[in-house]
């Protein structure tokens, strides 16, 4: 069963705030339960995970990562 985007966004939400606050061994357990729900590769989860809720740059813009008013 594939999720769609709407329901991904709110995985990431639940998952964003306990990854950034947990230790490096506990972001490994996290990151192994994010990326079964979800399907996303393993590097990229990481990096969404890491970065939800910061600006980051986007080509020549920047974006905020998880902002809702996309």
Request: proline residues 1%; positive net charge; aromatic residues 10%.
């Amino acid at each position: 069963m594939r999720l769609t985007m709407a329901e991904r966004r709110v995985l990431v939400k639940a998952f964003a705030g306990r990854y950034q606050k947990a230790t490096k061994k506990a972001r490994g357990v996290i990151l192994d339960e994010f990326v079964a729900a979800t399907g996303y590769n393993r590097r990229y989860a990481a990096w969404l995970l890491r970065s939800h809720g910061k600006k980051v740059p986007l080509g020549r813009r920047w974006m905020v990562v998880g902002d809702a008013s996309k």
